[in-house]
């Protein structure tokens, strides 16, 4: 959940930091406060709704975001077990608070799964455990939790 998604990079999963900029270099520059800033603010999401981690969910859900971490998912990233759960599918996705530069979002995988070795990595960028926001989003890391429990234990005899 939140900057706890970082473990996806290191663990060299097909994705990438959504809110950054072309460089006149050809690189890429995480976006600065000046054009993309997004504090404590309820956003809504797209959600994959026949997911198992989303299962409950309706069409779209409100996530709290506080600069969460938002991924780009690389053109291989199906073939390699990484599956976006919810997205931003607009420009203008703030339901309540403030946000600056919001439209940066469209398109940004807000919530993926990944398969890594015989399990699954839950990637949560928004804070779906968040005060009493998450009534709508708690079900995921519910989810979450359920889907590890089916799953055998490799400590299992």
């Known amino acids: 959940i ?11 999963l097909p994705i990438s930091n ?26 809504r999401v797209a959600v994959d709704s026949t997911a198992d981690v989303a299962a409950g969910s309706k069409g779209h859900v409100d996530v709290f ?4 971490p938002v991924f780009a998912l690389n053109p291989d990233a199906q073939l390699k077990g990484v599956k976006p759960v919810a997205w931003f599918d607009s420009a203008m996705p703030l ?7 919001q439209d940066y979002l469209e398109g940004g995988v807000a919530m993926a799964t990944a398969k890594v070795g015989k ?39």
């Open 2 to 12: 939140g900057s706890s998604t970082q473990l996806a990079y290191s663990l060299d």
């Open 18 to 43: 959504a809110l950054v900029e072309r460089t006149a270099s050809g690189g890429d520059r995480p976006l600065g406060g000046d054009k993309f800033y997004v504090p404590g603010s309820v956003l």
């Open 65 to 68: 975001f506080d600069n969460s």
């Open 95 to 101: 339901r309540s608070g403030w946000g600056w530069g």
């Open 119 to 157: 399990g699954t990595l839950y990637l949560f960028g928004p804070e779906v455990l968040f005060r009493g926001q998450p009534h709508g989003t708690f079900k995921f890391f519910f989810n979450a939790i359920m889907d590890a429990s089916r799953s055998p234990s490799p400590l299992t005899p």
